[in-house]
């Protein structure tokens, strides 16, 4: 199949400044099968200035699977061509491909660091039928090993390597937790995900603010107190926008609980 110049130059001037995205053969055999030549992997940033209290960054903002795709829909949409885009839900390792294509790098806190918005980024890709040129950035240097991550995190989960099982994010979401995993847990001051060794990261206090317009602020309001009174209908309506919200109250209600515990 011959490269399709025109529509790579065509892409290249729909996409804005403010999402770096790179351009490989489509590695992954089943969508190749389907006719997928070639994959667009893009990093999506969601820095914003201030703390989101109770709730990780990336929660705190509407909900990020909704905004890929809306950013890649008023991308590729105008130009007629047939194209499935993903986040997060994907067949890719989102992380390991950006690194590929240059447009960061996987610091040890085991997050994609980039140039502009340092960690507070998210990943997407977009598959084409079209076959398209190569487009790779230069391989960036970021992660300096100060170790800054590693020390901030109280639950040691990046003391050797990145260990999920210790990591507050992964905890905060988990269905049942051992009594191990409840101490652990109880080490955070979030009900839900974890930004500690994020802003330790050096690289991320010089990290620009998003200019996407849906991550520029935290928008979600929701106390410890509504938390433990809402209903599963009433919150499941209210708060369908935010990318947490699939879980449910249920664990949401336990973590708080728990913090509560740890104060007593």
Same mark, same amino acid.
């Given at each position: 199949?011959?490269? #399709?110049?025109?529509?790579?130059?065509?892409?290249?001037? +729909?996409?804005?400044?403010?999402?770096?995205?790179? &351009?490989?053969?489509?590695?992954?055999?089943?969508?190749?099968?389907?006719?997928?030549?070639?994959?667009?992997?893009?990093?999506?940033?969601?820095?914003?200035?201030?703390?989101?209290?109770?709730?990780?960054?990336?929660?705190?903002?509407?909900?990020?699977?909704?905004?890929?795709?809306?950013?890649?829909?008023?991308?590729?949409?105008?130009?007629?061509?047939?194209?499935? $885009?993903?986040?997060?839900?994907?067949?890719?390792?989102?992380?390991?491909?950006?690194?590929?294509?240059?447009?960061?790098?996987?610091?040890? !806190?085991?997050?994609?660091?980039?140039?502009?918005?340092?960690?507070?980024?998210? &990943?997407?890709?977009?598959?084409?039928?079209?076959?398209?040129?190569?487009?790779? !950035?230069?391989?960036?240097?970021?992660?300096?090993?100060?170790?800054?991550?590693?020390?901030?995190?109280?639950?040691?989960?990046?003391?050797?390597?990145?260990?999920?099982? +210790?990591?507050?994010?992964?905890?905060?979401?988990?269905?049942?937790?051992?009594?191990?995993?409840?101490?652990?847990?109880?080490?955070?001051?979030? &009900?839900?995900?974890?930004?500690?060794?994020?802003?330790?990261?050096?690289?991320?206090? +010089?990290? #620009?603010?998003?200019?996407?317009?849906?991550?520029?602020?935290? &928008?979600?309001?929701?106390?410890?107190?509504?938390?433990?009174?809402? $209903?599963?209908?009433?919150?499941?309506?209210?708060?369908?926008?935010?990318?947490?919200?699939?879980?449910?109250?249920?664990?949401?209600? +336990? #973590?708080?609980?728990?913090?509560?515990?740890?104060?007593?």
């Amino acid at each position: 199949m011959k490269m #399709n110049l025109t529509l790579a130059q065509q892409i290249e001037e +729909r996409f804005p400044p403010y999402i770096s995205y790179g &351009v490989m053969a489509n590695p992954n055999q089943k969508y190749r099968k389907q006719g997928y030549r070639t994959l667009i992997v893009a990093v999506f940033p969601y820095s914003y200035p201030g703390d989101a209290r109770l709730f990780s960054r990336y929660c705190s903002v509407y909900d990020y699977h909704t905004v890929v795709k809306e950013e890649f829909d008023r991308i590729f949409a105008p130009l007629g061509i047939e194209y499935r $885009s993903f986040s997060d839900i994907s067949p890719f390792k989102e992380k390991v491909l950006a690194e590929e294509l240059g447009l960061g790098q996987i610091g040890k !806190h085991n997050l994609l660091l980039t140039e502009r918005y340092g960690s507070f980024v998210f &990943v997407g890709e977009v598959l084409l039928k079209e076959e398209l040129p190569p487009k790779k !950035h230069p391989a960036v240097s970021l992660c300096t090993g100060c170790g800054a991550c590693q020390r901030a995190c109280p639950t040691n989960g990046l003391t050797d390597g990145f260990c999920r099982e +210790r990591c507050l994010s992964y905890l905060s979401q988990k269905k049942e937790l051992s009594d191990a995993e409840i101490a652990l847990f109880q080490k955070s001051e979030k &009900v839900w995900g974890c930004d500690i060794c994020q802003l330790a990261c050096p690289v991320n206090a +010089r990290a #620009n603010v998003t200019e996407i317009e849906k991550f520029q602020k935290p &928008v979600l309001q929701l106390s410890e107190e509504e938390i433990l009174g809402i $209903s599963e209908d009433e919150f499941r309506e209210k708060y369908r926008d935010f990318a947490f919200a699939y879980k449910g109250t249920e664990i949401l209600k +336990r #973590n708080v609980r728990l913090l509560h515990e740890k104060q007593i």
